[in-house]
């Protein structure tokens, strides 16, 4: 039996990320639903020099357990 993978997932365009610290975000005690790998919880992102803006945002936090080797689709033959 072999396993062969299917599909390489295409890397994610790194020009429209915007690295934050954790203390730039406030994470509600509210979740809004949970996947497989990850919980989403209702969040706030603290931005402006005064730390004075603050959007709503959705944070998936990734279960510490979780193996994302799955993410990786196999078919057998
Ligand atoms: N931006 C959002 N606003 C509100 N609720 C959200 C948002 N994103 C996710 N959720 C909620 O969290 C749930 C899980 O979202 P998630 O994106 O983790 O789904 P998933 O891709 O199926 O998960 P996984 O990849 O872990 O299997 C959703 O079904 C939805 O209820």
Do not use: C
Not at 38 to 65: M, Q, R, T, W
Request: charged share 25%.
């Amino acid at each position: 039996m072999y396993l062969k993978k299917l599909t390489t997932p295409s890397a994610p365009n790194l020009n429209n990320i915007r690295l934050i610290t954790l203390n730039q975000l406030k994470i509600d005690k509210k979740k809004l639903g949970e996947g497989e790998f990850a919980a989403v919880y209702a969040a706030k992102l603290i931005l402006g020099e005064n730390s004075d803006k603050k959007f709503p945002v959705a944070a998936k936090l990734i279960h510490p357990a979780a193996d994302l080797s799955h993410s990786i689709e196999y078919v057998r033959f």
